[in-house]
């Protein structure tokens, strides 16, 4: 097959908040551009993009797809990506491997708080932005309220590109203000008929239509003095300026569709023509892998070296483990020798395929600007460079943010736990957002992830592909416990049993430090009261001691231990006698210096719309939590607090109850603090019940 020339091919990615309706959308285009013969819909499980169980039974996109589709000579490779904030970082990653993003906004809904972020990191990233007004024929779908709520929050790069023909149910076809020409749409075709204006719109178009020129002429100097001169501008010279302020980002287009109905769907596909080739675009930018990483720019050329960025792994039932891969320079065969920058292996090519969804289809090869996927890389994961060997190269990755909640694991069937961690590593590959770890101190295995639900799809996978289950517990917190005032204390192993005997003694003075300074460990010894070479053994049986602290066998941290003074014996003194008497040094000193609890506590970022932010502070308040202020952005309100992460093991179902799902949060660790006596109280039974227990 001929390569695709990089200028007739445009990337694509559909975002937004959860629910907009892009997946409906991309089906909608799929099915108008006769990529597909049949209009599935989200609710019936049928759509091209949500094709995955998980996603077939929550009725939501989980995890960004790939599809393609040809349109008026050109390709469209088109990812839709999840709303839904537990998976948002899915969609923020595709941005990097498109040129523009339909950015779909439920007209009744409006701005939500994920098409908010989504909008500023594209804008950010400098890619092109398309919107899409999605659900016009339902009940209060007003057009225009939509479109002035987006400029007020995006400022006045949002143009109406087309208007709305009928209301609500009513609503049947679109003006197009480029053009000047009406479609309306029967059936779920896709196809508009062309129609005169309606008379009733036609100070409602002349207005919009004059709104969109001023707007559009403003990239083009020339264009805007011939405009203001009172010269009608053709609409060769409408679109061309319109494509420089796309490119730019000083328009964003705004077009009213029914993606069930199939209204305007075309309009949209007609504005490929304005949105930059991957040969318009600037040249990514890349360092040398390995030497100096000298900063390099790829062009997407594809007689230059093969350069692919990897953005994303799925696993496809047949081919097993596969690779979306934008091609930014160079081209691809199937069995082409690439590098993997991270891994410094090699991979051939294998097999290269096209994706519809998860239809697969082989093709030979792949040039600069496609995205592609790729199947049977051995070692190659979200985020690689693959580049030719002999002009190694590394695309900077998505990072994600860590996972923001944590859960112990225990298999359902004793004797699975191999079968579990190896299925969640496999898991791992494909889901950068997910984390899985043993944590020795409270022996469990922790799964942790952006949230509830985002634990739960991998869960529901585990089951289906590795035929394993788990319980989910909540996580048992890393306490820690400390001191709070100097005290000294002699620590005597002393045994005779027959033959030798053995002899340690030292004392040793605990002193708390400040939080987060962890141990110190003082050699005050003088005059020899204690052998050098017995003192290592102390401090060892120090060490080994406080792993376990004195109020509920928690770690002890933030103490600063002196050896001051001891005896010997010496026949009967061992390394062995004087580790037991540093540990028996130490759990008297740690009793006798006000030992105490600690917790950690986190900072929590939720973010959610203005309506809750009242019950959001005071369920944070009856949390233990302590504001740190709160920001607006736009509609979108974020609240910044300091929460025991005691307090915050149940917040996720509680946020998504109090905000119908709209609100999201983060989490990090910031500092340990004492636990309030009356609470640590609950704390140490709970540890005695553990071990009495165990
Ligand atoms: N009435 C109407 N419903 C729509 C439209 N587009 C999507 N939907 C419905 O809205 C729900 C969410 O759509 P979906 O495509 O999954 O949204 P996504 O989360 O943005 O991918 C589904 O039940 C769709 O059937 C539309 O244009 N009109
Ligand atoms: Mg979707």
Redesign the pocket.
């Known amino acids: 097959m001929a390569l695709v020339d990089p200028t007739k091919i445009r990337n694509l990615a559909v975002v937004?908040h959860?629910?907009?309706?892009?997946?409906?959308?991309v089906e909608a285009m799929l099915f108008t551009s006769g990529a597909k013969n049949r209009l599935g819909?989200?609710?019936e499980g049928t759509t091209t993009m949500?094709h995955d169980e998980d996603e077939i039974k929550r009725?939501?996109?989980i995890s960004a797809g790939l599809a393609h589709m040809d349109w008026a000579g050109y390709k469209l490779n088109i990812l839709d990506t999840p709303?839904e904030a537990s998976f948002i970082n899915e969609a923020l990653g595709t941005l990097s491997v498109v040129e523009g993003v339909i950015v779909?906004v439920n007209a009744v809904t409006k701005v939500e708080v994920q098409t908010e972020r989504v909008w500023k990191k594209a804008a950010e990233l400098g890619v092109s932005r398309l919107v899409a007004i999605?659900?016009?024929?339902?009940e209060r779908a007003v057009f225009a309220e939509v479109v002035d709520a987006m400029r007020r929050r995006f400022g006045d790069e949002v143009v109406a590109i087309a208007l709305p023909i009928g209301e609500e149910a009513g609503f049947n076809g679109v003006v197009d203000l480029v053009e000047m020409k009406a479609y309306t749409y029967s059936g779920n075709s896709g196809k508009g008929k062309e129609e005169p204006i309606p008379a009733d719109m036609a100070s409602a178009v002349a207005e919009a239509r004059e709104r969109l020129v001023d707007r559009v002429a403003e990239a083009d100097d020339a264009l805007l003095e011939k405009y203001l001169e009172g010269t009608e501008l053709s609409k060769a010279e409408i679109v061309s300026a319109l494509q420089a302020a796309v490119a730019a980002g000083t328009v964003s287009p705004v077009s009213p569709?029914?993606?069930?109905?199939n209204i305007g769907v075309d309009r949209i596909l007609s504005l490929l023509e304005v949105v930059p080739s991957p040969k318009a675009r600037k040249p990514q930018a890349a360092t040398k892998a390995g030497g100096d990483h000298a900063s390099v720019e790829i062009a997407p050329d594809a007689s230059a070296p093969a350069a692919l960025f990897v953005f994303k792994t799925i696993y496809d039932q047949f081919s097993g483990r596969v690779n979306l891969a934008r091609v930014f320079s160079g081209k691809i065969s199937t069995d082409t020798q690439l590098l993997n920058s991270r891994t410094a292996e090699k991979e051939r090519t294998g097999n290269i395929i096209l994706m519809q969804g998860k239809e697969t289809k082989a093709i030979e090869d792949a040039g600069a600007g496609d995205i592609v996927a790729l199947a049977k890389l051995k070692e190659t994961g979200t985020g690689d460079t693959l580049s030719d060997p002999a002009h190694a190269v590394v695309f900077p990755r998505y990072e994600f943010p860590p996972p923001a909640i944590s859960f112990a694991i225990t298999p359902k069937t004793r004797g699975d736990e191999e079968k579990v961690s190896n299925g969640l590593r496999r898991l791992g590959e494909e889901d950068p957002a997910m984390a899985v770890r043993f944590d020795p101190q409270t022996k469990e295995m922790l799964i942790s992830g952006t949230s509830q639900v985002h634990v739960e799809v991998i869960l529901d996978k585990l089951k289906r592909r590795f035929g394993v289950e788990v319980d989910l517990h909540p996580p048992r917190v890393p306490y820690r416990e400390t001191i709070r005032k100097k005290a000294n204390a002699q620590g005597r192993h002393k045994k005779q049993t027959g033959g030798r005997g053995q002899f340690g003694d030292c004392w040793i003075e605990v002193e708390p430090l400040p939080r987060g300074e962890g141990y110190k460990f003082e050699d005050a010894i003088f005059g020899g009261s204690i052998p050098r070479n017995f003192i290592p053994a102390v401090e060892k049986g120090v060490v080994e001691a406080m792993e376990r602290g004195v109020i509920a066998g928690y770690p002890v941290v933030d103490v600063k231990v002196k050896l001051y003074d001891g005896s010997y014996h010496t026949v009967d003194s061992s390394e062995l006698a004087f580790k037991l008497a540093g540990g028996l040094a130490w759990n008297k000193a740690m009793s006798e210096a006000q030992p105490v609890l600690l917790e950690p506590v986190m900072n929590v970022e939720v973010m959610a719309p203005e309506e809750n932010m009242g019950d959001i502070m005071g369920d944070l308040s009856s949390r233990r939590g302590r504001p740190q202020g709160s920001e607006t952005v736009g509609e979108l309100h974020v609240i910044r607090a300091q929460v025991p992460l005691a307090e915050m093991l149940t917040y996720a179902p509680q946020l998504r109850s109090m905000t119908a799902g709209r609100g999201s949060f983060t989490m990090d660790f910031n500092h340990y603090e004492e636990v309030p006596a009356h609470l640590a109280e609950k704390v140490v039974e709970e540890a005695k019940a553990r071990k009495a227990g165990e």
Do not use: E, H, I, W
């Not at 959860?18 to 959308?25: I, Q």
């Open positions: 937004g959860r629910g907009a309706g892009k997946t409906s959308l819909a989200v609710m949500d009725q939501m996109t709303g779909a999605t659900m016009m024929d339902r569709v029914s993606a069930t109905k």
